[in-house]
Each structure stands twice: as structure tokens, then as C-alpha cells.
């Protein structure tokens, strides 16, 4: 099936971009269309009013925290939890544990025992659903039979807990996983005045705007957040890292690492007051940081010399997404391979490059950024980790550095919320009930050709969107994803990209039960979905469904 978002996006009016590439994936939605609406305002010359850029980094960050929740708990802790062997355990002894690492008010022996219950429930009737396929009494599991019990306890509390989590997108963009955007600011009108009842329906000037009861329930929502974030997913962390420790060597990869910089403060897109920093990191020299122009087409180009796309002038040069192509080698019914050869095309990615080198991306380059440019709470989070574990520094720089940074900057990420919401609540006290800025809306005050670039740090990293517009209409748009420097294929100069490098030299204590390979590609979080231009078609029926 051809995805080709960005062909799909030709010819359409730009303001219409964002509810089209927020579809681009499942899991990446909010981020897309953010990055969208950036761009085209990059494009016009458009600024949002404070109150949106507060709003915008408030729903943001709820995906932010969802996202790394979800993925720690129900994508990547059982590369770690032994799940079968939480049977074993002593829920008294559980509970003693839990509470010496945490003052969570769940973790009593009687709440230890029924998790540990509705688990051998689901054993004993052969019901194991997504835990069926583990490698459970793998020699690679190190946690004892308790430390397993509360993970798996905390991985079914998650899923409880992100449902609050969404309800941010709801009150801000009306609805989850596809909350609504707005070229210009936020569709989420607030009002001052009261909801008045009428025939038993709102009405009155805030019958549909965010208004004060809105605004509490948010308060009460991130306050939920951070008591899950301080009190389970960073006292998990750690206690998982520390039976892990030698994973503190291992699945590095390139060393370096490009960061867009994110979450804007000063009601303009300048990077000097963003709270994650842009920059590049090269060769783990976290003295000196690299400056990065979206703009500059010698900076970042897409290579497709291992990848099944076509460029005009040939698959050995890259193209600057201004100039990006989406053409597919690929014609009839059968996929365009037979076995890997990775000497010939071998990814349906491309290979994105930073001055034609590599680059990771991704929590650990935004934690590594924040605290190389002195970032006062990530600097003492990343040395009370180092020194809790007993691990040197270099030890960022690993599987266990990438999942360690993602649970640290979600603690940096649900405490600066609190600061943009109290900066709404003062702007809105203050008379200040602005979230959209209509200049420049109508086509016709656009000039007849304009272009721009939309970035932002998605929970994956490095995300940027761009754009050109020709008498009103997209006449090229790219996006290049987070998955796709990581993932991608090696380049036309034979640079493996994130993951090939951080894979070598692991050793398999079994291949057929390959773990090891599990921990690393997990601890970068994939997700290929919004990299991945086309799948295969094989023409085989693959099932059908019954509307009712």
C-alpha cells in the first residue's frame, strides 16, 4: 500500500496540511500536526500569541508523558521483567520493596497479591494475550521475582493512568489521538464568563470555550501525572538500571547527536529561548555544540542509495528536503526483494545526514544537550542517576543512557508544565484571552511563492516538516522523522545509520531468542510507521472485515 503523505499533500491549501500528516501514524499524531502548523507559519511569517504557544506545549507534553509511560511500561520493561517469574514472588516481600523506593500510596501486600492473582489467572488459563510471545526464563533476566511483581503491578496501573493523561487533548483540541490544530494558534477559544444553563444546555459566550472548570481539571490532570512520574516511573527506573548496570557499555552507536530544540517561551520559534537547546553533538564532545540551519541545504539532505526510491539526478547524492522527492522503485504485484542484501537498496527508509554525517536522535541527544548547556534540573537529575547507579558518566552513552534519559526528561518535561500553565492562568487574570492570530489567514495577502520549515523534538527526536507554497497551494512538502535517522539504511559513503551502529558487537546468548537486540532497538523507541513511505503487496488475501 502506498502511504506517500507527500504526494497526497500536493496542491492542497497548506492550512489543511496538519489533519492530513497527523495521520501519518497511530502513536506520532499530535507531533505531526504541530510541526505541520509550524511550518506554514515559518512559511507566511506567522506568530502565535503566548497564549497558544502555552496551550501548545501543555498538549504537547501530555504526549510526551503518555508516550515514554507507555513505552517504558508496556514496549520495553519486559525486555527487562521476567513476567512468569512475578509468580514466585512474596507480596509482603514486594511491598517492603516498593515502599523502601517509593512513598506510592499502591503498594501495600494486599495490592501486590491481587496483581500477582489476576497474573496467574491469566497463566493458568493459557490466556497470556501480549505476554505469550516472551522470552520469559531468559538467562539474560537479572530482577528477582519481586522486583518483577511490582513492574508488572506498575505495567498494568499505566494503562489506567494514561486514560487521564489524554484528557488534556480533549479539553485543548476536542479529541484524542487526532486532537484539532490551527495554522495561527490553537482552536481552544477561552472565556471568562460563566456557562449558563438554558433547557438544560450550555449556553452563553462560554458555552464552548475553555473556561475556569476546563482549566482546574487540567491542573488536577498534571498534578496525576507528576505523582505517577516521581512516585513509580523514575523509582522503577532506577531499580530496574541497577541490576542492569553492564548495559551501561553497550548499544552506543554513532556518538553523535542532533537535537532542533523545542518547547518556545518567548512567543516567537528563536531556539535562545527554547527549553530542550538545538544543536549537534559530535564524537560525545559535550563541550562544544554545533549550531543546525533547517534552512541551509548543504546542512541536512535525505540519501537513497540503500533505500527503494528513486531521485532524478541519481540515488548517490542527498536532496534537501526543500528539493526532497518521493518516487518509488517499485512496480506489480511482488516486493521489490527476494533476501537482504545490504550492498544493494534494502529499507524502505531513506538515509537523513547532517552535513552528510549520521546522527542519533531522541531523548538521549536532548538530555545530553540540556545538560552539556548547563540546564540546572537535568544536570543534577543525570548526576544523582550516575551516582545512584555507580556508573561513570560514559555510561550515557549506552541502551541503558537512552532509556534512563527518556525517564529523566519526562520528570523535566511534567515539572515545567506547572510553569506553562500557571503562565496561561496569569495571561488569562491579566485580561490576555487571545489564542489565535489571524493575520495573514487569507490566501490572497500570501506571496505568490514562500517556504518554510516546521521542527520540533517529538518523543523520538529530531521532527521537522517543510514546505513550499506556489500561489497558495503545497507544492512540495517533506517531513523527515525521528525513525528515520535512526533507523535508516547506510548512506551512498557506507555510514550505517543509529541502529546498525549500535548493534555492533552485541553478543546473543541465543540467537533464536535474540534479547539482546530487543533492549537496544527498544531503548531508542521505534516507531516506523511515519518513516516508512510504502509497504509490500503480496496480493494475498489477508482476512476480512464485517461492518455491522
Not at 61 to 68: F, T, V
Not at 496 to 513: K, N, S, T, V, W
Amino acid at each position: 500500500m502506498v502511504r506517500g503523505f507527500e504526494l497526497i499533500l500536493k496542491g492542497r491549501d497548506p492550512r489543511d496540511a496538519w489533519a492530513f500528516t497527523e495521520r501519518a501514524c497511530g502513536v506520532c499524531t499530535t507531533v505531526h500536526a504541530l510541526a505541520s502548523v509550524r511550518t506554514v507559519e515559518d512559511a507566511l511569517g506567522i506568530t502565535v500569541p503566548p497564549n497558544a504557544e502555552m496551550v501548545r506545549n501543555l498538549m504537547f507534553c501530555a504526549q510526551y508523558l503518555q508516550d515514554h509511560v507507555v513505552h517504558f511500561y508496556h514496549l520495553h520493561a519486559l525486555d527487562w521483567v521476567d513476567v512468569v517469574s512475578a509468580l514466585k514472588a512474596n507480596p509482603k516481600a514486594t511491598s517492603e520493596l516498593a515502599q523502601s523506593i517509593s512513598r506510592y500510596a499502591k503498594s501495600s501486600p494486599n495490592y501486590f497479591a491481587d496483581k500477582q492473582k489476576k497474573l496467574k489467572n491469566f497463566v493458568e488459563a493459557g490466556q497470556l494475550g501480549i505476554f505469550a510471545n516472551g522470552y520469559w526464563g531468559h538467562p539474560a533476566y537479572k530482577l528477582p521475582p519481586e522486583a518483577n511483581l511490582m513492574a508488572v503491578a506498575h505495567y498494568l496501573e499505566a494503562l489506567e493512568w494514561q486514560r487521564q493523561v489524554v484528557q488534556i487533548h480533549t479539553i485543548f483540541g476536542g479529541k484524542n489521538p487526532h486532537p484539532n490544530f490551527l495554522v495561527g494558534g490553537t482552536p481552544a477559544a477561552i472565556s471568562v464568563h460563566p456557562r449558563q444553563e438554558t433547557g438544560g444546555k450550555q449556553t452563553g459566550a462560554g458555552a464552548t470555550a475553555l473556561n475556569i472548570a476546563g482549566l482546574q481539571r487540567i491542573k488536577g490532570i498534571i498534578d496525576h501525572m507528576r505523582e505517577f512520574v516521581d512516585q513509580v516511573y523514575v523509582p522503577d527506573t532506577l531499580a530496574i538500571a541497577g541490576f542492569y548496570k553492564d548495559w551501561g557499555s553497550r548499544g552506543e552507536g554513532l556518538g553523535n547527536f542532533l537535537c532542533y530544540g523545542d518547547f518556545p517561551s518567548n512567543g516567537t520559534n528563536d531556539p535562545a529561548g527554547f527549553l530542550v537547546p538545538r544543536g549537534v553533538i559530535l564524537d560525545r564532545d559535550l563541550s562544544t555544540r554545533h549550531e543546525v540551519d533547517l534552512d541551509a541545504e548543504e546542512e541536512i539532505q535525505e540519501f537513497v542509495a540503500h533505500s527503494w526510491y528513486d531521485y532524478e539526478g541519481g540515488d548517490d547524492k542527498g536532496l534537501h528536503p526543500y528539493h526532497g522527492e518521493t518516487s518509488f522503485n517499485f512496480t506489480g504485484p511482488q516486493p521489490p526483494y527476494k533476501q537482504l542484501n545490504v550492498a544493494d537498496k534494502y529499507s524502505w527508509l531513506k538515509s537523513p545526514r547532517w552535513k552528510g554525517k549520521a546522527m542519533e536522535v531522541g531523548p538521549l541527544a536532548r538530555v545530553l544537550m540540556m545538560y552539556a548547556e548547563g540546564h540546572e534540573q537535568t544536570r543534577a537529575l543525570v548526576e544523582s542517576t550516575l551516582r545512584t547507579l555507580d556508573v561513570p558518566v560514559e555510561a550515557l552513552f549506552s541502551t541503558l543512557g537512552r532509556t534512563a534519559a527518556r525517564t529523566l526528561e519526562t520528570k523535566i518535561f511534567v515539572d515545567a508544565m506547572e510553569g506553562w500553565y500557571n503562565a496561561l492562568v496569569d495571561n488569562i487574570r491579566a485580561g490576555d484571552v487571545r489564542t489565535f492570530n489571524d493575520a495573514k489567514w487569507e490566501p490572497r495577502t500570501w506571496p505568490r511563492e514562500a517556504k518554510g520549515a516546521g521542527f520540533m523534538e517529538a518523543p523520538r527526536g529530531a521532527l521537522a516538516h517543510w514546505i513550499v507554497i506556489k500561489n497558495g497551494k503545497i507544492d512540495n512538502y517533506q517531513a523527515v522523522v525521528p525513525s528515520t535517522w535512526n533507523a535508516g539504511p547506510r548512506d551512498a559513503a557506507g555510514q550505517a545509520g543509529a541502529y546498525e551502529a549500535a548493534l555492533r558487537g552485541h553478543p546473543l546468548h541465543d540467537p533464536a531468542q535474540p534479547i539482546e537486540i530487543l533492549r537496544t532497538i527498544h531503548s531508542f523507541d521505534p516507531c516506523i510507521a511515519c518513516a516508512v513511505h510504502m509497504t509490500d503487496l503480496t496480493g494475498a488475501d489477508l482476512g476480512s472485515v464485517k461492518v455491522l
